[in-house]
């Protein structure tokens, strides 16, 4: 790996009463998947560190690149930006205002989310046509909509626990709600304002029928206003809404 990067300046994000330890690492460019990945657990190793850790570039004050792919680049940038001062830091604030968010990539990313969390549940059939290939957009608009979290007692995922997934679905949804409200949520806490019934979601506590009817409620709510909204899917793969265009397959802005 480059040895720099081991001294290379880092930056704690997110809420400041997580479990974890979520933390940028800023380098000069950013190798393929693969290598980034052997950086990352040389630089645990090194540094006797469990912190979930995403590479970074900065271009002119603002986040460029990123990997592994925790959030959208522009949601990284702004998440940073606003979370900086919430923890003890080592370096300086290198983001230096935020960007425009780029809601149609930020809706995409929920719904395959939330669709991925459920492809080994008894949806898996319904789910996981929409989710293998490029499939035309409505095709995961319609699995989102088929989806009934009462009906679940686990997602029965192989390498995150309940608990976990039980936390991140309606933190995606609610973060998606409220970016179309053009709110930005980059916390627990802030997340649990403004949607105070997720709060044992959130916070990992024992969840109530009441809790899970909820999520189905609010799920609906957002499946709902998709549905409103100028979604164009002219070709395969692209996926069009207004003057924001993605690629669906890598998970892109264009």
């Known amino acids: 790996m480059d040895t720099s990067l081991l001294q290379a300046p880092y930056y704690f994000f997110g809420s400041a009463n997580s479990l974890d330890r979520d933390v940028l690492l800023e380098c000069?460019?950013?190798?393929?998947?693969?290598?980034?990945?052997?950086?990352?657990?040389?630089?645990?190793?090194?540094?006797?560190?469990?912190?979930?850790?995403?590479?970074?570039?900065?271009?002119?004050?603002?986040?460029?690149?990123?990997?592994?792919?925790?959030?959208?680049?522009?949601?990284?940038?702004?998440?940073?930006?606003?979370?900086?001062?919430?923890?003890?830091?080592?370096?300086?604030?290198?983001?230096?205002?935020?960007?425009?968010r780029h809601l149609l990539l930020n809706i995409y990313r929920c719904i395959r989310t939330v669709l991925t969390f459920c492809t080994r549940t008894h949806y898996r059939s319904a789910i996981r046509p929409t989710l293998n290939g490029i499939h035309p957009f409505y095709h995961k608009l319609d699995s989102l909509e088929l989806l009934d979290f009462t009906t679940?007692?686990?997602?029965?995922?192989?390498?995150?626990?309940?608990?976990?997934i039980w936390k991140t679905i309606p933190f995606y949804?609610?973060?998606?709600?409220?970016?179309?409200?053009?709110?930005?949520?980059?916390?627990?806490?802030?997340?649990?304002?403004?949607?105070?019934?997720?709060?044992?979601?959130?916070?990992?506590?024992?969840?109530?029928?009441?809790?899970?009817?909820?999520?189905?409620?609010?799920?609906?709510?957002?499946?709902?206003?998709?549905?409103?909204?100028?979604?164009e899917n002219p070709e395969s793969g692209i996926l069009i809404m207004g003057n924001e265009k993605i690629d669906m397959s890598l998970e892109v802005a264009l």
């Open 28 to 100: 000069e460019h950013i190798p393929d998947k693969q290598t980034s990945q052997e950086w990352i657990n040389a630089y645990r190793q090194h540094h006797q560190v469990s912190w979930n850790i995403n590479l970074i570039t900065i271009q002119d004050g603002v986040i460029v690149n990123t990997i592994p792919s925790k959030s959208t680049i522009d949601g990284l940038n702004n998440a940073l930006f606003d979370t900086y001062g919430l923890h003890t830091q080592e370096y300086p604030l290198p983001v230096t205002r935020k960007v425009k």
């Open 152 to 164: 679940l007692t686990s997602f029965d995922a192989k390498y995150t626990n309940d608990i976990d």
């Open 173 to 231: 949804i609610g973060q998606t709600l409220a970016l179309l409200n053009e709110v930005e949520i980059y916390t627990k806490d802030a997340l649990v304002g403004s949607f105070p019934q997720f709060a044992n979601f959130i916070y990992r506590q024992p969840l109530t029928l009441g809790d899970i009817a909820y999520l189905q409620q609010t799920k609906k709510q957002l499946a709902i206003i998709l549905r409103t909204l100028p979604f």
